[in-house]
């Protein structure tokens, strides 16, 4: 394992400068990036950093998601709807309703479905034409900036969002100011210490490198939640879309198809994917089994692709703030 220098990038956390070179460089979006990886708070960083012109290039409307917040053709859009709903319905089974506020609630979509749960929602989206279309389509509170958010509330939901957030430590301890007593926080992110991640290496799709700043394993999420004064009551690697589509992605990535090519297709890109292109997919079905395999491994060690922690604020930050 490489071993960067003084001059090479430090940990946002707890500024260490021995980190590990896990992987990379890899081109990505024109410009080559690597994971480095702090042995001790267990979460890596995407170097160099892009910066701030970078990002709005790559966030740019139609880069990153569709018109209307809608991203992928119709039927995997209607799987997340399957799922977004499922998680609903799990979390609705194990509390009652109150304020929710959904921090990266996008197309406003999550949040929506949370208000016909009888949810009061509030949306985070730091995208204007997107929180103004969540707005006017779905009829929800949407704030641009975390700050602007008026608490307490009981339910804070944070999903794949901290991976993109220039610091996710202080997202996180706004987050514990805003929560009533007894307040829980659901949090989700990919998991670099998963399987699939071991096996698709810089092929694998969860990375989305410069997209993805940070790359957390489960004990780096647990550690910096703790660090914002949350106690995680539950965690697990259920997400079955994510998972799934997680091995099946990087398994093609990894025996050499065009980058994500599978992903573009489903993102309604495919008018820019040749005959050839589409003939190489339908050859992969091979890909299908072996990552249901993979899945079943996945389970059985619970090394899951995705990472997802249900937390409390603290005892102890409980009796400082007293
Ligand atoms: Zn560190």
Redesign the pocket.
Known sequence: MQTVSDTQPR?S??C?TALQLKLGPVSRHGEKYSVYF?P??R?GITWPRPDGQTLARLYAPGEYRADQGKRFIAPIEFLFELHKKWLIWRISSSMNSGRMLDVGCGSGFLASLFAGAGWDVTGVERDDDTAIHARETYRIAVVTDIDDARGPFDLIMVNHVLEHLDDPLRMLEKSRELLAPGGKLIIAVPNFSSLQAMVGGAGWFHLDMPFHLYHFSEQGLVGLLHKAGFSVVESSHADWIQNIYGWLQSLLNRVGISHNALYDLLRMKGRGISVSAWISLLCCLWAVPLAMFGICIERVCRTGGVVRCSAVVSDEKREILK
Do not use: A, G, P, Q
């Open positions: 940990c956390f707890c260490s702090c001790e708070c979460i």
